[in-house]
């Protein structure tokens, strides 16, 4: 994930910190993890949090969740309260990436070290884990490129998130790869509802459109259900994170592509970094989780 890196916490500042085995403090106590989520109302990051939990249980620390249910200052309520939960490291999915820095303030403040996961935190972390989205974006233009060609429309996520600008950065650059021209953008907050509305907005305005990338599977899954019966023959779909659901529109025929993030690979590798620095043990500051262009002809690989 090509963002601004923004590491800051040493390792002897965590080194302050509980230290000890198989996720025990010093006292010999479970070391507690907060992992502050964007939303759980969306499969990618209820996958995040399954990898999360599944590699807490592995090693043998407690995983606290919170949902800011995409509202930013509502999460910074949350993170300030893990921290005064005494938490021994926190994972931030930032709702805005900008708005993220008073949660990351806090949890310096009490020296904490905090863990970026699949978007960007404007403050220190100890360590970022994340996908290369603008990569992904170039291979979303690629693939749409292929698919479609003439005007193609761009369905945004949040604004404020590094996920959504990177996504868009790398689709603009890739752009060049086939005969494809994007007439419309809107913003539909990574939502398939809003993705429905949008794209039927969009529609009534641009009529001749041939394809549409869409920054997640939400917003693409709205988009073809808005298509309706156009959607995989003359106007070509193509998304991002490689949700189960944007699997089966693959499989379906209504989504040409998705670029595929592994949530769960995510949440346990930020687990893993998490629980090295809440032990004062070395982090691995930069985390790039690979990400896999799908389409019908391998989604089968990636089915569950």
């Known amino acids: 994930m090509k963002v601004t890196r923004r590491i800051a916490l040493t390792l002897g500042a965590a080194a302050l910190l509980a230290s000890g085995c198989s996720g025990t403090g010093a006292s010999g106590g479970q070391i507690t993890i907060g992992l502050a989520v964007s939303t759980l109302n969306n499969p990618f990051f209820v996958e995040l949090q399954q990898g999360a939990q599944a590699m807490a249980d592995k090693l043998g620390a407690k995983l606290t969740v919170v949902d800011a249910q995409n509202d930013a200052t509502n999460q910074v309520n949350q993170v300030q309260t893990l921290v005064t939960q005494g938490v021994k490291a926190i994972i931030l999915n930032p709702v805005d990436s900008k708005q993220s820095a008073p949660a990351a303030k806090a949890a310096e403040t009490a020296n904490i070290p905090l863990i970026s996961v699949d978007r960007a935190v404007d403050g220190k972390v100890a360590a ?25 429309a761009h369905l945004k996520g949040i604004s404020g998130a590094s996920a959504s600008r990177d996504r868009g950065q790398g689709f603009e650059q890739g752009l060049n790869s086939g005969n494809i021209k994007v007439v419309a953008t809107a913003v539909a907050d990574f939502d398939r509802a809003k993705g ?4 039927t907005n969009l529609l009534q305005g641009n009529p001749n459109i041939k394809g549409i ?31 189960p659901d944007g699997l089966k529109a693959i499989q379906d025929g209504t989504l040409f592509a998705t670029v595929a993030q592994q949530p769960k690979a995510l949440g346990e590798k930020a687990v893993e970094q998490a629980v090295h620095a809440a032990k004062g043990e070395a982090v ?3 985390v790039d989780v690979e990400v896999k262009v799908i389409t019908k002809q391998n989604v089968a690989e990636f089915l569950k």
């Open 196 to 199: 429905l509305n949008e794209t």
């Open 213 to 243: 990338f869409a920054e997640n599977d939400e917003m693409a899954l709205g988009a073809i259900k808005a298509l309706g019966a156009r959607a995989g023959k003359d106007v070509m779909v193509v998304g991002f994170d490689g949700t």
């Open 284 to 286: 691995q500051q930069v």
């Open 128 to 152: 970022e884990v994340a996908s290369n989205n603008v990569q992904g974006g170039s291979l979303a233009a690629i693939e749409l490129g292929r698919a479609a060609s003439g005007e193609v």
